[in-house]
């Protein structure tokens, strides 16, 4: 495609005719951004119509659907935080999924070191193994991890189903994290090594401080789909004090459906969700950069 | 300071430095915690899933009669299991086509300079962080024939009689898909959004001196440049779509999905598991899931294969 | 960076330490038992028995704090026996499932629905056989303990003669209405088939549609069960549903199934069902706008925080049909039960606890607090549902819901009579189509099927 123009040729069209033709893609341009208004539009309504639901009587939530609650029912929220113990899963929840991230890039971030640099026999077999594993639907799985996780007795534990995550969220992280350490420029290295630099001072005081997009990209990826996980948590954990968040949603959803208690279901949902809006309001730079850095290069 | 080396010319491609002594000291220490981690807990459990597929089992008695292909073999006779076939393959494919479709449209819209751009691009995103079950209740009530939002609005700008049972078992397919799209295109849009804020702005800005429209740009400059991305992002939504379960199982009324809804995901999880009927058939279940994969390797070769060509380096 | 890298480490081996050490968690209920997997050992006399019991209540439903008050009472009252709950929720099953595939720990006792208990354990016989213990005493009275259920309701679970269920809490279904609703019309209860189809007219006449509900897959069938039943009588549609050559369906009993579901749909039922989504549509009922509803006995007590304050919950047994083998007083019974897995390390403990739970006074419980019918007979019955008690008391016979056959055949409902079926009650095929593509379908389920017969399990 030319770039370089004879931009006298340009001149010459009348701005009219100019205008005339780039009515069309003008009109698309608008139309697409009244597609943009709408769909922000319906987005906000619909999650401030959560929040606001969450406030109501079971009986408003049904005859006046759309409208303000006539009072506030905080006592939704305290009885889904006491009654159904959403404090003690918020903490289960945050606990395991924080230590799940961590122990993920502190795994990956080495291995897609290697991988994405390193020439040796199998390189390439070993990186395609890996990121094969994001094509398995981890529904299969769920028996045979049961078992193997009740061989080591670490079933219905907490420690467990942070390995448990932590293999499970391998495949991704090492695929995004090869993909981007291998943006990374060599001559640092080289300049580092030059300077006497050990291999593995190499790897932390220079890669690893380049890499930092990267690994908070991989870091808020894997908490976002940890967070709201339920199935591997569901066969695994069966004392309630173990639970987490996304589970005692899901067990709001199932008492809710036997009490009719839609306000309550509401109120756990935004309890859920309250963590990630907050990560995402102060951090939604961040985490769109980090999300997006890992996917381009 | 290190011996015998000579310098060497800039490697054209990383995977050529390997010749500093003591580099290769540490592969094995880096590479092992992940690669045990992963074959203890991925790996080794996918071969025994594999296992149970050659399998008939109730997951109830420790039980397991080998029957070789046998599940293999009635999946194919199935019905069922097409219809849930067919169903994902339109998530994959209609669904794929209404998110990438208004991904463009909302990339082309928000392109630098555009007022506004972040917080758009963050309120997009956000259905992609909430929990699938909520989604699913939020889109019951949006989709009610009596109260919910959508008829709603029909009946307030005059056009009552276009007002629908969305969820009518006709229509629940289609319901679906939507709202599948609503919560995912949010993800790639904000990809393919950062894919395009990267190239370089001279090439647009030469490209308007030049007169081309803003569709043309769009057309010859930036689906080009993200050519990449863009592949990312189709696999990625491939194997998404392939695998979604979640929202899909809580949509509709009741424990289960109406069948026509019943994705492979799906299926697999009520011969498995399931809520009230009682059918508890794991070998077979396990086995409509393996296909899963065959259909996942598939799309990621197709996929590349129809993405490919040269790499542009910028 | 230094130090962030020292915070984040900080809080890594905390939290190690956190999780690995409490095992239980923070515990703010105090039915709550966190489970413990080292027992101090007891040089007293009486052993210290464990026992876990996996339910299928949620937290905070009414009765699993009428489950959990039992636990506590029967703690205090045997100091020696410490019984684990987890409220499991109505995925019990699964549960159980996975922790006997893996090898985890089984509970002793589990419960649930009488339907899923005899597919996932009474046939496969992984549950204790309890006819000695129905022989001996009730808790704390002098009667056998097999005497006091409702009768009928022992009988209905048991495997070859024998019997594995413990039943506690009865539930039926019926049609529910407003009593102010009909006193205002002017109408009666229907007792057949054409003084049902007028008082489908009356109600619509009045304004609301005669019928609602819930597109629900699992509720239609209720449709055609209890049609079924009143045409074919009792068994019959159990009987079709195994059979392999697909013949039952060409019996007209069948095809009149068909026809009077397209009656209800077309002169009864609301039109804007098919998109009702649970719970609008039994919402909508509590608020009087529909008349009918088809439905278990739980759906007062669901309905109730929404119902209009002056809503008097009536229900009247599905209509006899003229010319039906089916009585009006064959009446459904759905049982909630214990059953003992029979690798109970404390099988005499469980079956002591078991009869703990069905003295009168927490039975009554389950009536005022869970607002249910209890197993026991001779006992009141919740207001919302008092015409329940009518039902059982002039009883004939009794039958399992859907006539048993999700329960035995379960793939076969779930994959091919629920999709047709939710399709002819709403519109989308014939009744001569329903029935033409039901028996072709379930003769190609047969062929395809591994041994011809039902699934292997």
Known sequence: MAVIQNSKIRSRESILLRGIKELPSNFVYFGSQLVLYCWVGFTIFSFIWIIVASFKTNRELFSQVWQLPSSLQFGNYIKAWSVVHMGTYFLNSVVIVSMAVLLILTIAAPAAYILSRFKFRGNEAITNLFIAGMGIPYQVLLVPLFMLFKQFSLLDNRLGLVLAYTGLSLPFSIFLLTGFFRTLPTELEEAAAIDGCSEFGIFRKVMLPLASPGLVSAAIFNFISLWNEYLLALVMITTDGKRTLSLGLYALQGAMQYTSDWVGLFAGVVIILLPTLLIYIIMSERVLEGITFGAVK | ?314 | MKTLWKCIWTLVISGALLLSGCGGGTQAVQTEQPVQTEQPVQTAAPEQIELQYWALWNQGEAQQEVAAQIIEDYMAEHPNVKINVTWAGRDVLTKVRSAIAGGGTIPDITDQAADELWGAFIKDGIVLQLDDALQGKAYGEDTTWADIFLPGTLQQYQYEGKTYLIPYEVITSAFWYNGNLFKKLSVEPAKTWSELMNLCDTINASGIPAIGGDNDTWANAYYFYWLSQRINGSGAFFNAAGDTSGASWDSPGFMEVAQKTEEIRTRCLDPNFPGNVWPAGQTDWSMNKSGLLLLGSWLPNEVRSTADPDFEFRGMPFPEIEGGKGKITDVESYLIGYVILKDSAHPQEAIDFIKFALQEKYQMEIVNKGQNMAARKGLEVPEVISDVKGMFDTATSLHKPYDGVQAEYGEWWITILNPLYDQLLTGGLTPEKFIQNLKEQSINYWVNKPTGEAPLR
């Open chain 2, 1 to 314: 300071m290190v011996e015998g080396e000579e310098p060497l010319p800039p490697p054209h491609n990383n995977r050529e430095v390997n010749v500093r002594k003591g580099r290769n000291k540490l592969i094995i220490p880096f590479l092992l915690p992940a690669a045990i981690i992963y074959l203890v807990i991925f790996v080794y459990p996918t071969i025994q899933a594999l296992f149970v597929t050659l399998n008939d089992w109730s997951g109830f008695t420790p039980n397991m009669s080998y029957v070789g292909l046998r599940n293999f073999q009635e999946l194919l006779k199935d019905p069922k299991y097409w219809i849930s076939v067919r169903n994902t393959l339109g998530i994959l494919f209609l669904g794929g086509i209404g998110i990438f479709g208004f991904s463009f449209l909302f990339t082309g819209t928000l392109t630098s300079g555009f007022r506004g751009k972040r917080i758009f691009r963050a309120i997009i995103f956000f259905p992609y962080l909430v929990a699938p079950i909520a989604l699913a209740t939020l889109w019951s009530f949006i989709y009610n024939p009596r109260f919910g939002l959508l008829n709603g609005v029909l009946r307030a700008v005059g056009l009552e009689n276009l007002t629908q049972q969305w969820m009518a078992p006709d229509r629940l397919y289609p319901a679906l898909l939507v709202a599948i799209v609503w919560i995912s295109t949010g993800f790639y849009t904000v990809i393919l959004l950062a894919g395009t804020d990267k190239i370089p702005q001279e090439f647009f800005d030469a490209a308007k001196v030049e007169g081309a429209s803003r569709f043309q740009m769009f057309w010859r400059i930036t689906i080009p440049m993200i050519w990449d991305v863009l592949t990312i992002c189709l696999v990625f939504w491939g194997i998404e779509a392939l695998k979604m379960f979640e929202f899909i199982y809580a949509f509709g009324s009741g424990d289960q999905p109406k069948i026509q809804i019943w994705t492979v995901g799906v299926y697999m999880y009520i011969l498995s598991f399931g809520k009230r009927a009682t059918i508890f058939r794991m070998g077979y279940g396990t086995a409509v899931a393996a296909t899963i994969l065959i259909f996942v390797i598939l799309f990621v070769l197709l996929t590349r294969r129809i993405m490919r060509r040269e790499v542009i380096e910028y």
